[in-house]
């Protein structure tokens, strides 16, 4: 009686702690109380609402209509109000349902493998135009990553559950209750001499049952039955039955072993470290991003200021015509030429002032969770703080070393370590499921009898009873016998399934096998894409600074050529079409020029996003961005001039 006492108790034990061990993964608060500790497993935990309030530091660097926003500034507020890294904050959460849900033997859902590429700059919204933010080198350009080349999906999902099935590992408490009346007519009357016979019972039963992982399945169950019938032959009328009941399955083939039923386990908890290098990959993506729009934001304001420059000498020649031509030393003709030249350099400031506001509108959105809706946002005109500069030289490092740090930083290729790793623990399901199954059972039972004995009379006398007085007394009589073990029951058995041809299991086992075999493919793929992406990113930094250098000594010497050109025209020795033409050219050289630099920034922030540095280079703590709270303060505001 004892060990059977032991085994109920530990059955309570583990129904209990079941729950207790479930609060350690909750998404909400803590409950508070008796009676949210006692109904917190039956009611839906609470989710936040979405938050679409943007942080303070948005209006603390809105002066006079005016944002002034500094790179870091421009990169805190995309990483506390950006929308697709808002997205990637439910991803671990997700993940930790998954694995509450694994952990009660439930099937996987998976993580989502999407990742949202960051925001196209206006640049590639202009047709027909030339602005000074148009890099046409491939180092501004988004290039296949070695994450796109790595197919197949992430997380290891579980569409279709194959491999042996899953335990519930959750205890469950059954109680049934249960009042009947049963009346059976009797076609011989001889023996009891009744019509009918009729029960009056009422029974009630309570079990538990829990299983493991390493396949061992247990239930201890409590029944009971109070019956009172009208049949004068019974000894004992009213009587209490009662049994107790200890049950244990094993698994010793199929679905045997903690490594089999544990699979579900381990991916989940694997998904949950895909979780945390999907947010860092979409951090790396849309900081790229944001650093590749400022850029351009700059660029796009320093070609406006040579396309404002363009326009004023086009001007000043119109005025300087227009004086010449009332003294007689200039034909007309030439007033309509400087005016042209006017309207041309008129058109390109109009294209370059429209892309600009096109860029701070991008911006604007990619920083704010409700974008440009607030209208103190949209009207804001941004003045970016910070300046294209071009290193003298570029710390590049070799190669093999730029290799080795994408391929230790990068958690686009740590994702495609994990789906192999997720692929071969999946692999141990599906071996398992080729065995046969055969299962152990073994039951203890104790049973317990108990009444009044009976004084219906037949056929009007009454009965002689020889009732052992051990039977005779109420339910704690029947108790008594269960506590000491009178009327035991022992079985113990087996079950054997042996599949004569086991086809479903050797074609989830091909299957599975298969795709293990993909996803190392991939691996191997995503590496020979990070070389190609570092080699190109490479000879794409070193073609922007070649353009640079050509821009810079172009600029140069389109000045030189149209000084000479000017005070050529001042001696009469050169025409108002030459000075046009020059002043052009240098427009143009300028605009080359800041193109050239921006191309050179746009490649620099590739390279760093292809080896997986753009989180160190920009000092972005993890943490703070997953809690969308940055702790670096806003810059200073530069004093007006």
């Given at each position: 009686?004892?060990?059977?006492?032991?085994?109920?108790?530990?059955m309570?034990?583990l129904?209990?702690a079941?729950?207790?061990?479930?609060?350690?993964?909750?998404?909400?608060?803590?409950?508070?109380?008796?009676?949210?500790?006692?109904?917190?497993?039956?009611?839906?935990?609470?989710?936040?609402?979405?938050?679409?309030?943007?942080?303070?530091?948005?209006?603390?660097l809105?002066?006079?209509g005016?944002?002034?926003?500094?790179?870091?500034?421009?990169?805190?507020?995309?990483?506390?109000?950006?929308?697709?890294i808002e997205?990637?904050?439910?991803?671990?959460?997700?993940?930790?349902a998954?694995?509450?849900?694994?952990q009660?033997?439930?099937?996987?859902?998976g993580?989502?493998?999407?990742v949202?590429?960051g925001?196209?700059s206006?640049?590639?919204?202009?047709?027909?135009?030339?602005?000074?933010?148009?890099?046409t080198?491939?180092?501004g350009?988004?290039?296949?990553s070695?994450s796109?080349?790595?197919?197949?999906?992430t997380?290891g999902?579980?569409?279709t559950?194959?491999?042996?099935?899953?335990?519930?590992?959750?205890?469950?408490?059954?109680?049934?209750?249960n009042?009947g009346?049963?009346?059976?007519?009797?076609?011989?009357?001889?023996?009891?001499?009744?019509?009918s016979?009729?029960?009056?019972?009422t029974?009630?039963?309570?079990?538990?049952?829990?299983?493991?992982?390493t396949?061992?399945?247990v239930?201890?169950?409590?029944?009971?039955l109070?019956?009172?019938?009208?049949n004068?032959?019974?000894?004992?009328?009213?009587?209490?039955?009662?049994?107790?009941?200890?049950?244990?399955?094993q698994?010793?083939?199929q679905?045997?072993?903690?490594?089999?039923?544990?699979?579900n386990?381990?991916i989940a908890?694997?998904?949950?470290?895909?979780?945390?290098?999907?947010?860092?990959?979409q951090?790396?993506?849309t900081?790229a991003?944001?650093?590749?729009?400022y850029?351009?934001l700059?660029?796009?304001?320093?070609?406006?200021?040579?396309?404002?420059?363009?326009?004023?000498?086009?001007?000043?020649?119109?005025?300087d015509?227009?004086?010449?031509?009332?003294i007689?030393?200039?034909?007309?003709?030439?007033?309509?030429?400087?005016e042209?030249?006017?309207?041309?350099?008129?058109?390109?400031l109009?294209?370059?002032?429209?892309v600009?506001?096109?860029?701070?509108?991008?911006?604007?959105?990619?920083?704010?969770?409700?974008?440009v809706?607030?209208?103190?946002?949209?009207?804001?005109?941004?003045?970016?703080?910070d300046?294209?500069?071009?290193?003298?030289?570029?710390?590049?490092?070799?190669i093999?070393?730029?290799?080795?740090?994408?391929?230790?930083?990068?958690?686009?290729l740590?994702q495609t370590?994990?789906?192999?790793?997720?692929a071969?623990?999946?692999?141990?399901?599906?071996?398992?499921?080729?065995?046969?199954?055969?299962?152990?059972?073994a039951?203890l039972?104790?049973?317990?009898l108990?009444?009044?004995?009976?004084?219906?009379?037949?056929?009007?006398?009454?009965?002689?009873?020889?009732?052992d007085p051990?039977?005779?007394?109420?339910?704690?009589?029947?108790?008594?016998?269960?506590?000491?073990?009178?009327?035991?029951?022992?079985?113990?058995g087996?079950q054997?399934?042996?599949?004569?041809?086991n086809?479903?299991?050797?074609?989830?086992?091909?299957?599975?096998?298969?795709n293990?075999r993909q996803?190392e493919?991939?691996?191997?793929?995503?590496?020979?894409?990070l070389?190609?992406d570092i080699?190109?990113?490479?000879?794409?930094?070193?073609?922007?600074?070649a353009?640079?250098?050509?821009a810079l000594?172009?600029?140069?010497?389109?000045?030189?050529?149209?000084?000479a050109e000017?005070?050529?025209?001042?001696?009469?020795a050169?025409?108002?079409?030459?000075?046009?033409?020059?002043?052009?050219?240098?427009?143009?050289?300028?605009?080359?020029?800041v193109?050239?630099?921006?191309?050179?920034?746009?490649?620099?922030?590739?390279l760093d996003?292809?080896?997986?540095?753009?989180?160190?280079?920009?000092d972005?703590?993890?943490?703070?961005?997953?809690?969308g709270?940055?702790s670096?303060?806003?810059?200073?505001?530069?004093?007006?001039?």
């Amino acid at each position: 009686m004892n060990t059977m006492r032991s085994i109920v108790s530990v059955m309570c034990v583990l129904l209990t702690a079941g729950p207790q061990m479930q609060a350690q993964i909750v998404i909400d608060k803590a409950p508070q109380g008796f009676r949210e500790k006692i109904t917190r497993n039956y009611v839906a935990k609470e989710v936040a609402p979405i938050n679409l309030q943007n942080s303070s530091r948005l209006d603390s660097l809105i002066r006079g209509g005016v944002l002034y926003l500094s790179l870091q500034d421009a990169i805190a507020l995309t990483l506390e109000n950006n929308l697709d890294i808002e997205l990637q904050r439910y991803g671990p959460e997700q993940a930790k349902a998954s694995l509450m849900r694994a952990q009660a033997g439930g099937l996987l859902r998976g993580v989502p493998p999407t990742v949202q590429s960051g925001a196209a700059s206006a640049q590639a919204q202009v047709v027909g135009s030339q602005t000074g933010g148009a890099p046409t080198v491939q180092g501004g350009a988004r290039r296949q990553s070695a994450s796109d080349a790595a197919a197949g999906g992430t997380g290891g999902t579980v569409i279709t559950a194959t491999g042996t099935a899953l335990q519930n590992l959750d205890p469950v408490f059954v109680s049934t209750f249960n009042i009947g009346h049963t009346t059976r007519p009797q076609s011989n009357t001889v023996t009891t001499g009744l019509t009918s016979t009729i029960f009056d019972s009422t029974s009630h039963s309570y079990a538990v049952q829990k299983s493991w992982l390493t396949g061992t399945t247990v239930s201890a169950g409590w029944n009971n039955l109070y019956s009172r019938g009208n049949n004068p032959l019974s000894d004992i009328n009213p009587l209490n039955s009662a049994n107790i009941q200890l049950q244990v399955s094993q698994r010793l083939l199929q679905g045997f072993g903690i490594a089999v039923n544990d699979r579900n386990i381990r991916i989940a908890r694997n998904n949950m470290k895909v979780s945390d290098l999907q947010f860092r990959t979409q951090l790396m993506t849309t900081v790229a991003a944001v650093v590749g729009l400022y850029w351009d934001l700059v660029s796009f304001n320093e070609d406006l200021k040579v396309k404002e420059q363009a326009l004023a000498l086009a001007k000043k020649l119109h005025e300087d015509n227009k004086k010449q031509v009332e003294i007689g030393t200039l034909a007309p003709i030439e007033i309509v030429n400087a005016e042209a030249q006017v309207a041309a350099r008129e058109q390109d400031l109009l294209v370059s002032q429209t892309v600009t506001l096109q860029q701070e509108t991008i911006i604007k959105n990619v920083m704010s969770r409700t974008g440009v809706s607030s209208q103190m946002v949209a009207d804001a005109r941004i003045r970016p703080t910070d300046k294209m500069t071009m290193p003298d030289v570029d710390p590049i490092q070799p190669i093999q070393d730029l290799y080795s740090m994408a391929v230790a930083d990068r958690p686009d290729l740590e994702q495609t370590k994990i789906n192999i790793e997720n692929a071969k623990i999946g692999l141990k399901g599906s071996r398992s499921q080729l065995l046969p199954s055969f299962d152990v059972q073994a039951s203890l039972q104790n049973n317990a009898l108990s009444g009044a004995i009976n004084d219906l009379l037949l056929r009007g006398q009454p009965v002689v009873r020889r009732v052992d007085p051990y039977f005779v007394g109420g339910y704690g009589t029947a108790l008594g016998q269960l506590a000491r073990r009178n009327f035991p029951d022992y079985s113990i058995g087996f079950q054997l399934n042996i599949p004569l041809r086991n086809r479903s299991a050797q074609a989830d086992m091909i299957i599975d096998t298969l795709n293990l075999r993909q996803q190392e493919l991939n691996e191997q793929r995503a590496l020979n894409q990070l070389r190609v992406d570092i080699q190109n990113s490479v000879v794409a930094l070193q073609q922007t600074r070649a353009r640079y250098q050509s821009a810079l000594k172009q600029r140069e010497l389109q000045e030189q050529t149209l000084s000479a050109e000017q005070k050529k025209y001042e001696l009469g020795a050169s025409t108002v079409y030459l000075i046009i033409q020059y002043q052009r050219d240098l427009a143009q050289a300028e605009s080359n020029l800041v193109s050239a630099m921006s191309a050179f920034q746009k490649a620099r922030v590739d390279l760093d996003r292809v080896t997986g540095q753009t989180l160190k280079v920009y000092d972005i703590d993890v943490v703070e961005a997953m809690a969308g709270k940055v702790s670096r303060p806003p810059a200073m505001i530069p004093a007006q001039p």
